[in-house]
């Protein structure tokens, strides 16, 4: 259902990582970009854009997308250093540092992230129009000191630790629901929502974000190494405290599936052109990765 | 005599990483950005702003200088990582993965470059006057895919290779000379110079940051341990062509003069209020560190 929209953004995506000199470093930006992933935050950022009822002929709506996503794979490739989790494979593939080297590694991050303000904040006619600038504002916040950077920074230093939930909940609401609140305020804020549309998606992408990480962590005890593409019951082994091992796994299914449909209520609220998202936000209730 | 100026640069980004939660970050930031150093970009920045002469109330542009000054701190902390040129030492102190981990300190970096873009597109109004956010456009810009980090990439390409001299010119200009651009021009565009002046800073920006970088060769030969506050001979050590490797000291000192000349001349074509901008880039050449 949302494969032609997914099709678009990896077309933008490769578009926009094309090797130029010096190539190595846009090969390993596209390496780890196209390397497959759900494309969630991109999409959740069109699906809110139309759902506000955005202008159907923006194609900045699309540069910003794919921003995001750009700021996604970073955050990837950095926690994947030896030096953060360690890991060799990412959706069954090798790491950006195992593909090519730790130093390219983070280089290659270090360009993602520049690059996506870059792409957000060019306009060849230097007029700006307010909405973009405060997108990309939202964005830089809820990918750094307001969101997903701390997140992480609070994740690394608790882990081997016995956290006590409100950790947990600041960990999860901003390491993953960080960029997730960003997706969707920015969709609707570059679609010319108004403030209270604006506050909706913020509170939606909460819960949404909140919701999403409870289920990686069911996942992380529930599925299988083929199907994830990546090791399980990695959580136990680093000894990480998560959802399932302070509420168990049957609250933390049952509290998912309410967080979800919270969140589906919430996009419903948004007007008639929010059906797509509804329905998207449903179909990740029952995935499997 | 530009203490004061620099007295009220370090006083800002101070104020702009005060510890809050997660504290541990916060003082990685802070120690590496407040471990010393000349403050060049944001003092060019300020400089080139009262040149053109932009309005002396408008605080944004020592946000804008801060942050900057931010970007080339992450880039430091990030260059210094043992998977890179593996420092102990930066201005005479402990590198930040030294003073506290290699997560941390890869973390603190993308902190920085994330919270710097934050800072500078941060209005309070959502009015978002066009020329703050092209400001922020050219920074983003030079320090990534047109300028710092492929100036970077070259470079640790080009480790331990016989590089020829456009490579070097290549290294050079972009990896230092990003950021010396980015200053002038973003100082610039804030004070409302018009688009000559805007190019005139930029081509002073490449003759400033070739010149800055020739400079960095030869202080790398003639200099001490104590002086510099880190290891002399690296280049040598590290295999890596330099001006002075390339063309000798003796050239490598005219062209070094040359080149100061010549940015200090078009500092003065861009009006009356362009002496202390003249005045401090003729009090770099003779730097001795």
Redesign the interface.
């Known amino acids: 259902m949302f494969n032609e929209l997914i099709n678009s953004i990896d077309e933008e995506l490769k578009r926009l990582l094309n090797p130029v000199?010096?190539e190595?470093?846009y090969k390993a930006m596209g390496y780890s970009v196209m390397a497959g992933g759900k494309r969630m935050r991109p999409l959740l950022m069109l699906l809110a854009h139309k759902a506000v009822g955005g202008d159907k002929n923006d194609k900045r709506i699309m540069t910003f997308a794919c921003a995001l996503e750009m700021i996604h794979t970073?955050s990837l490739i950095?926690d994947d250093?030896p030096?953060?989790d360690n890991d060799d494979l990412r959706r069954g593939k090798p790491t950006c540092h195992r593909q090519f080297?730790?130093?390219?590694a983070?280089?290659a991050?270090?360009?993602l992230?520049?690059?996506a303000?870059?792409l957000m904040?060019?306009?060849p006619s230097?007029?700006?129009e307010?909405r973009?600038?405060?997108a990309?504002?939202e964005i830089?916040?809820l990918?750094?000191?307001?969101g997903m950077?701390?997140g992480?920074?609070?994740d690394?230093?608790s882990e081997g630790k016995q956290i006590d939930a409100g950790t947990l909940e600041y960990i999860h609401k901003n390491k993953t629901g960080g960029l997730i609140k960003a997706a969707l305020m920015a969709g609707g804020i570059i679609g010319g929502a108004d403030e209270s549309k604006i506050k909706l998606l913020e509170s939606l992408g909460e819960d949404m974000g909140y919701a999403f990480q409870i289920k990686d962590d069911i996942l992380d005890v529930t599925s299988t190494e083929e199907v994830l593409g990546k090791p399980i019951l990695s959580d136990e082994k680093n000894q990480k405290v998560t959802y399932v091992s302070l509420y168990g796994l049957e609250k933390a299914q049952k509290d998912y599936i309410e967080l979800s449909r919270q969140a589906v209520d919430k996009a419903k609220k948004l007007g008639e052109e929010a059906e797509q998202l509804a329905d998207y936000i449903n179909s990740l209730v029952d995935r499997v990765k």
């Open positions: 000199y010096p190595r470093i970073y950095h250093l030096a953060m080297d730790e130093a390219t983070i280089l991050g270090d360009g992230l520049t690059y303000f870059e904040l060019y306009d230097f007029k700006y307010p973009y600038t405060r990309a504002w830089a916040r990918s750094g000191m307001d950077l701390v992480q920074v609070v690394v230093e």
